[in-house]
């Protein structure tokens, strides 16, 4: 079963536009990771945060974790074209155990 | 680095057969995790190998099982296929890192 849920499960938003992603989970874990997914393709890591952190950047993502709700948020800045994938939420229950993966949300960059 | 590579890229079978995937994982990664993504089901964890041993399993029936060599590369085996085994099989490893995973670009089964 899903752990995280990501909201919304698709987006279209205009190039150089902000994309903002949110992943709900159930259980308190030890990490969370974001996962980009170009059409049937394999999985590309994006960004990994541990449950102790709130926030991290990395390029122009910027994930936020909150720990009391349960949730996380995936910042995409100045979106390009090439920002048109699909992107998923992981969680880790503890370090050792399966990832478990969200269902996705779709992006796709409008030019 | 090569990156996890696996093999073949597409396959298609018919019900009843059985089909073995490969996986090799990237130089030095012990840890090879295996899922199945499907459009209505998503990504499913099916299991994970490590040093040879499986480590953790997901909620799959026994038709379907793997294993890992000591070179690290690792197999999937689905036996008695049926139609809703149609999927993208994917291949992860994970290096010493903190839970990084690194996907391999996947099989596309196709089981008619």
């Known amino acids: 079963s899903q752990q995280g849920e990501e909201d919304p499960q698709a987006l279209s938003i205009q190039e150089g536009e902000n994309a903002t992603m949110n992943c709900s989970y159930k259980?308190?874990?030890?990490?969370l990771q974001w996962y980009r997914q170009n059409s049937g393709r394999g999985l590309v890591h994006l960004i990994l945060i541990r449950s102790n952190e709130r926030e991290k950047h990395s390029g122009r993502l910027r994930v936020t974790l909150d720990t009391s709700k349960k949730s996380s948020s995936l910042l995409i800045t100045a979106s390009r074209a090439a920002d048109t994938a699909s992107y998923f939420c992981?969680?880790?229950?503890?370090?050792?155990?399966?990832?478990?993966f969200g269902k996705g949300t779709r992006l796709h960059i409008l030019p | 680095k090569a990156g996890v590579t696996q093999t073949p890229r597409y396959l298609i079978k018919t019900r009843g057969q059985q089909v073995t995937l490969s996986c090799s994982p990237i130089s030095g990664h012990r840890s090879v995790s295996w899922y199945q993504q499907t459009p209505g089901q998503g990504l499913q964890f099916l299991f994970e190998?490590?040093?040879?041993?499986?480590?953790n399993k997901g909620n799959f029936p026994g038709r379907f099982s793997g294993r890992q060599f000591s070179n690290s590369r690792s197999e999937m085996n689905v036996s008695t296929l049926e139609l809703g085994d149609s999927a993208l099989y994917l291949c992860a490893s994970e290096g010493m890192g903190y839970n990084e995973q690194f996907f391999g670009p996947g099989t596309r089964l196709t089981v008619l």
């Open positions: 190998y490590f040093s040879e041993t499986q480590r």
């Open positions: 259980t308190s874990i030890n990490n």
């Open positions: 992981a969680t880790v229950l503890n370090r050792d155990d399966k990832i478990i």
